[in-house]
């Protein structure tokens, strides 16, 4: 499960480029900008699929298109590669104004020798990731074909790729002539991550052993066998996700569980985050998080603040049933409990001690499954009743607040 967020943020030439950042339900381990394949988009299969499966290891994603392609402003024909690495650092400059700096570059084809050029302008990054990227930017001008006679000539040139046209300027090749990626690559100076297919009939799998090669230690080198250049197929792109996903914690602190071991004595801490109604709550040993639904302005990555109350209900019931079926030996299989809560006019309610103004009405089904005789089942309806929150709820509660402004 993952939360997609729509975000938009400005490029060096004060155009608006259109991103997705998808977000796990828990807080975010690490934050990771992906960087798609020449002319793709930020939702090509292999881009969305790959971004979806780091969010199960609660790694946040961001996925955006380059100037000129997908929902991004700007004209295509006027980008090069140098533009692309500098709509990467705005990408991850971005985040880290988010307060959410990037410690991983993930690349597909062109986009994995962008990530390789930018990695030493982005502090914050300590891991790289190449899929089937070139070795030099050179190589996607094999691309054009026969045009690359007509842009040399003409400056520009119609070129079809993937099935639709661009324009193709001089100045593209001009710029990926001048692209020293090799000593880029040599000076990284973060761990390396290469995947590439041997049956990548694009980018030849002779281009990831050169960077291989020229990198320097750690570095590894995963084969995507069967694999075609664009992932197409979705186990593929999942394969990338688990193995990145495995692979980084040994580079970036995200193994560690986001507890809290200050917290003592059955303390819980919630903590919002800077947007809308998130909330990260704390046990000693237990994260979760808390949230409002999209209807009233939320994100929805969690449960709101009743779902708790009424699962802490819940949660108490079938425990309490449980503990006093094993202290009792009977042979109680399993324990189901159905809440809902609703606030009614208190003169609707008719055994309310209220008249008036709203009564807070909880309702509570309880499915009790196992071989048990009438009175063994109907003294734990009667059990239910005494589990500890249900105490709680029923009797008088006082609570203290002491609040400090810092």
Aim: aromatic share 6%; proline share 3%.
């Amino acid at each position: 499960m993952h939360q997609t967020e729509k975000v938009e943020f400005q490029n060096n030439e004060g155009e608006t480029l259109s991103g997705r950042l998808e977000m796990p339900l828990t807080q975010p381990l690490a934050y990771a900008v992906f960087a798609h394949c020449f002319t793709c988009s930020k939702d090509i299969a292999a881009a969305s699929r790959i971004a979806r499966g780091l969010t199960r290891y609660g790694v946040a994603v961001l996925r955006f298109d380059f100037t000129g392609l997908g929902n991004s402003d700007g004209d295509f024909a006027n980008t090069n590669f140098s533009s692309n690495v500098q709509d990467l650092k705005a990408a991850a400059d971005f985040l880290t104004q988010q307060g959410q700096a990037p410690s991983i570059l993930v690349g597909h084809s062109l986009g994995g020798a962008a990530v390789l050029a930018v990695a030493d302008q982005v502090p914050s990054v300590k891991a790289v990731v190449t899929i089937g990227a070139p070795s030099d930017a050179t190589h996607v001008s094999h691309l054009f074909g026969s045009s690359k006679d007509e842009i040399e000539e003409k400056g520009l040139a119609k070129v079809s790729l993937v099935g639709r046209e661009f324009t193709i300027k001089k100045q593209f090749l001009d710029d990926i002539e001048g692209v020293q990626l090799e000593a880029k690559i040599k000076n990284l100076r973060r761990a390396l991550l290469i995947f590439h297919s041997p049956q990548d009939e694009t980018v030849s799998i002779d281009h990831a052993k050169k960077i291989y090669i020229e990198a320097k230690h750690p570095k590894s080198f995963v084969s995507l066998d069967g694999a075609d250049h664009l992932l197409s197929r979705k186990e593929d792109s999942e394969y990338v996700a688990d193995v990145l996903s495995s692979w980084v914690k040994r580079y970036l602190d995200v193994a560690k569980s986001p507890v809290r071991t200050d917290l003592e004595g059955g303390k819980v801490l919630v903590q919002s985050r800077r947007k809308k109604y998130t909330n990260d709550i704390y046990t000693e040993t237990h994260h979760w998080v808390a949230d409002e639904p999209k209807s009233v302005g939320g994100y929805d990555l969690g449960p709101n603040p009743y779902d708790h109350l009424l699962g802490g209900l819940g949660a108490c019931t079938n425990m309490t049933l449980r503990m006093y079926a094993e202290r009792k030996g009977l042979a109680l299989d399993s324990v189901k409990t159905l809440l809902t809560h609703t606030r009614v006019h208190a003169k609707d309610c008719e055994d309310c001690k209220s008249t008036e103004g709203f009564v807070d009405v909880i309702e509570r089904q309880i499915q009790i499954e196992g071989d048990l005789t009438d009175e063994q089942y109907h003294r734990l309806v009667e059990i239910a009743d005494r589990c500890p929150v249900h105490r709680t709820l029923t009797n008088e509660i006082k609570i203290k607040t002491d609040a400090k402004k810092v």
